[in-house]
């Protein structure tokens, strides 16, 4: 089986300061990570993943994130917080060797950009 | 702008009623889902289409019927719901292996609200 723990239900942070999302995995096989971010009354919107390879992943806006296999984690960052990050986000795995479509995702986490 | 088309995007229906949400891709994809996301818990993956093929279905009850007549369409039909099925309906979709477990990307689609009274 495979999970996802978002540890943090929310996170505050004062714009300009580096913020971090935190996620931690638990697959059978190797994973395929992926951080997404929801804005109120929208749909899902892909980030960034990790597949192989380097473990620093960079994304769209700016975000990065880096892949500790030791550590089972995948957590979310960037350097600078804008208030327009404000947002949910969700980190999810699926299990290379599954042999199935599943995406699990955590529950998310509430991200808030404070002026 | 995304590549995955959800309508209605609001919808409220009684108990009784029979309706239809309608998904559609534009990126060439093979493979379509429809999840489902309340309150205070994680997504949910109800099914998955593969070549118009259903691949999974995660115990969902009988009252959600998908329909996937091409691999740009699909299609979850609803009745006689209860007022807990209330949540957003994502669809999504990916180019994707025919048993999964690749990394290649899922897209999702804004949503279909569903409330029903």
């Known amino acids: 089986a495979q999970s996802v723990a978002q540890p943090e239900d929310q996170v505050n942070v004062a714009e300009g300061n580096p913020l971090t999302v935190k996620c931690t995995y638990s697959?059978?096989?190797?994973?395929?990570l992926f951080w997404y971010v929801q804005y109120p009354n929208r749909g899902l919107q892909f980030l960034l993943k990790?597949?192989?390879?380097?473990?620093l992943v960079k994304g769209s806006y700016g975000f990065e994130a880096e892949f500790n296999k030791s550590q089972t984690s995948f957590h979310l960052k960037k350097p600078s917080a804008l208030v327009s990050d404000s947002a949910l986000y969700f980190c999810?795995?699926?299990?290379?060797?599954?042999?199935?479509?599943?995406?699990?995702f955590g529950k998310g986490t509430k991200l808030s950009v404070i002026p | 702008e995304t590549g995955v088309t959800q309508t209605p995007r609001h919808l409220v229906m009684g108990m009784t009623n029979k309706k239809s949400l309608k998904c559609e891709q534009h990126?060439?994809?093979?493979?379509m889902y429809w999840y489902k996301q309340s309150a205070k818990k994680p997504l949910e993956l109800m099914f998955v289409?593969?070549?118009?093929?259903?691949?999974e279905n995660n115990s969902v009850p009988s009252r959600f019927s998908p329909e996937c007549p091409n691999s740009s369409h699909l299609f979850l039909h609803l009745h006689t719901l209860q007022p807990e099925d209330s949540a957003l309906y994502l669809c999504?979709?990916?180019?994707?292996?025919?048993?999964?477990?690749?990394?290649?990307?899922?897209?999702f689609g804004e949503g279909s609200w569903l409330t029903v009274v």
């Open positions: 999504a979709s990916s180019q994707d292996k025919p048993r999964g477990s690749s990394g290649n990307t899922i897209y």
């Open positions: 697959v059978s096989g190797n994973p395929y």
């Open positions: 990790y597949i192989t390879g380097d473990n």
């Open positions: 999810a795995v699926r299990d290379s060797g599954a042999g199935s479509y599943q995406l699990t």
């Open positions: 990126l060439g994809h093979n493979a």
């Open positions: 289409y593969n070549f118009k093929e259903q691949t």
